[in-house]
């Protein structure tokens, strides 16, 4: 089920179009045909990047268009874009780059990549095979060719798609299954690596392998039929919107409601339709982008600070080697979310020790009210006014003193400012989401730098947080648009798996051991301390409920010799109530921390990446010793695994990589639901 939103259905605007688009027609097609250049690798548009995440659009449609619907079709296109780069540029710190991926196809694809250009848009060709089996495509088409060959050589990378298995090149230089395939492929890409789509699309549903109605189902209903992604059926679909133009073609020339945006999103309830509002855009649309402007910025903020921590950063997951520019890049990029995270993790940890620590003084402020409230209407001699005398009056009838004194009524309402102001200060800064997402962005890509260099054609985003909360949908676009970076490739030979295994399987599993005892630790000692104060605060209940029947824990008028009583059992009655307040703190920051579950959790993952690194050990000998191979038995607790031959290190590392993101994914959604708020 889908919300769809209908706007713009209004006639052409003459005036417009002959003010504008002379810029966004067709390029005179006389002369020469432009000599394609060079492919120019996506490596080198994101080097260029002063900022981590781009926005990436993809654009889809038919080639049969009518020519006279050129300009209006492109007046529609140039305001999509123009509103969506107003709100992705909108604010003081400078945005990342807008990248539209484009097949440059006749027809939809080069009339969106022409008002891309135009716009300052940068333009990624994605072509389904190589650029000279392709062109094939244009033949008896010159216009067409030259177009192109024209947006080709203005496009800031190029990416050509190897050939799905089984196909060869004389397979898909010919029309045929095997080239609808290879088209296939290339929707599969887009919708993967793109957050919104554009469609100029007539809205008919044909069932035609890489066809525009294919990928605007793939794209809406999670519907993604290929050999390199694996799908649940039931998991809901990426948030991104499907930007539909109803587009007349030869086939169809009158669609209803030509030329109005359709705006498509997955529908939050089956069988039922939100109610329809004038909103160009979904609002966890808008919530995803403002996200990623927010890491961008974050990142422009903190580079100078964190710069020299990205080299260690990145020696935790890989040892100084070296690898190929796809791992570089990936490691650099997980390198920035690790630093942030750690740069915003000190932030909440300092947040949360203040905040607790004002709420201690706040208790202690009111027992000290409470128990110090003046008692009798008699108070000593105004003229005391020296030292010595306020000293001997304080001793003497503590609770007239401060009774009657405004200081700890004062002091009680400036600390419950200063709780405030630490409340309000950390929910502006974000302290907890962006610590808590940003490792759990840096997490994701630490499992695609293993995949990478294992050789795994498989995206971390298709594993990630598909079951959790939709504003987390940012960190699945963020690695989405990252992996756009990743080429792809056959896995490496064995000494690959052996620095996987030592740096990711060996390595995670001392880190689960180390975690797991820390984060026991902390919570026995937090869980000692509560029951310690809960005992402690207990006889404070007793003489709160008895107060009100024995005279001498509030009688007014005891004589002098009584004052040094008065003050150690004012005293005591103070601790004894401020120890209830540290029995409520110390239980609110474990419960906040999570230390006990974050215990159970490592608890859990140790046995999975023990035996996985048995596995591989055991992998790795076979492949030095043939001799042992199907022969050799892995131990796991009381079971014996023979390891067979159709056990690869390949297979391991997908399914050890998938477990390490559904925790992961577990344990954000946990303190997701776990932020500081004030005392109610």
Request: glycine share 6%; charged share 20%.
């Amino acid at each position: 089920m889908h919300a769809c939103l209908l706007v713009g259905c209004t006639p052409c605007l003459k005036e417009w179009v002959s003010r504008n688009m002379a810029r966004e027609s067709i390029s005179d097609l006389t002369g020469t045909i432009e000599e394609p250049r060079n492919a120019r690798p996506i490596g080198v548009l994101f080097s260029r990047q002063k900022v981590p995440l781009p926005l990436v659009i993809g654009v889809v449609g038919h080639r049969d268009l009518r020519p006279e619907d050129g300009p209006r079709l492109s007046e529609t296109v140039s305001k999509i874009l123009g509103d969506l780069k107003k709100e992705w540029e909108s604010g003081k710190s400078e945005s990342g780059p807008i990248m539209l991926l484009c097949g440059l196809a006749k027809g939809a694809d080069q009339l969106v990549a022409r008002v891309a250009v135009n716009k300052g848009i940068r333009l990624v060709a994605i072509l389904p095979m190589s650029r000279e089996l392709y062109e094939r495509d244009f033949t008896g088409d010159v216009e067409a060719l030259k177009q192109f060959r024209v947006l080709w050589n203005k496009a800031h990378a190029h990416v050509e798609l190897p050939l799905c298995e089984g196909s060869t090149q004389s397979d898909v230089s010919i029309p045929g299954l095997s080239r609808d395939r290879q088209y296939e492929q290339l929707g599969v890409y887009i919708v993967q690596h793109s957050y919104i789509l554009i469609a100029l699309w007539d809205g008919v549903s044909i069932k035609a392998t890489g066809g525009t109605s294919q990928v605007v189902n793939m794209k809406l209903n999670n519907c993604v039929s290929h050999p390199t992604v694996e799908r649940n059926l039931l998991d809901v679909p990426t948030v991104g919107p499907v930007f539909q133009i109803v587009t007349p073609r030869l086939d169809n020339q009158t669609p209803p409601n030509a030329f109005c945006i359709r705006v498509y999103w997955p529908d939050n309830e089956f069988g039922k339709a939100p109610d329809l509002q004038l909103l160009a855009y979904d609002p966890i649309a808008h919530q995803v982008l403002q996200r990623l402007k927010t890491y961008n910025r974050d990142w422009l903020k903190l580079r100078s600070k964190l710069k020299s921590k990205l080299k260690s950063s990145q020696e935790s997951v890989l040892p100084p080697s070296q690898y190929s520019s796809e791992a570089e890049f990936l490691l650099s990029q997980f390198a920035v979310a690790d630093t942030m995270a750690g740069y915003f993790k000190q932030w909440m940890d300092h947040t949360v020790i203040q905040y607790l620590i004002l709420l201690l003084i706040a208790g202690l402020l009111l027992s000290m009210i409470f128990y110090f409230y003046p008692l009798s209407s008699s108070c000593e001699p105004a003229n005391q006014s020296g030292i010595s005398d306020r000293l001997m009056l304080l001793l003497r009838n503590p609770e007239n003193y401060l009774g009657t004194s405004p200081y700890l009524i004062i002091a009680y309402g400036l600390t419950m400012c200063a709780i405030y102001g630490v409340y309000a200060m950390a929910k502006k800064a974000d302290y907890h989401n962006k610590y808590h997402d940003y490792r759990a962005l840096a997490e994701g890509l630490r499992v695609q730098v293993y995949w990478h260099l294992a050789g795994i054609n498989k995206s971390a985003a298709d594993y990630y947080l598909h079951h959790q909360i939709s504003e987390l949908d940012w960190i699945r676009c963020a690695i989405k648009s990252l992996c756009l970076r990743v080429s792809h490739k056959t896995p490496d030979a064995m000494p690959s798996f052996v620095v996987i295994n030592q740096s990711w399987v060996a390595r995670q599993l001392e880190y689960f051991e180390s975690a797991e005892k820390y984060n026991a630790r902390r919570a026995q000692r937090l869980q000692a301390g509560a029951i310690l104060a809960f005992w402690i605060a207990v006889p404070w209940g007793v003489l709160k409920v008895l107060g009100g029947t024995i005279d001498w824990i509030v009688a007014p008028n005891l004589s002098d010799k009584w004052a040094m009583q008065r003050i150690v059992l004012s005293i005591v009655l103070v601790l004894l109530s401020t120890a209830s307040t540290v029995m409520v703190g110390l239980v609110g920051y474990s419960h906040l921390r999570g230390f006990a579950e974050q215990a159970k959790r490592y608890s859990k993952m140790k046995p999975l990446f023990a035996r996985a690194r048995r596995f591989l050990d055991a992998a790795q000998r076979s492949v030095s010793n043939p001799e042992v191979a199907g022969n050799e038995v892995v131990h796991s607790g009381k079971a014996q695994c023979p390891v067979v031959e159709s056990l690869k290190p390949h297979d391991i590392l997908i399914e050890l990589g998938q477990q390490a993101l559904a925790e992961n994914a577990d344990w954000l959604v946990m303190h997701h639901r776990r932020k500081l708020n004030l005392p109610h």
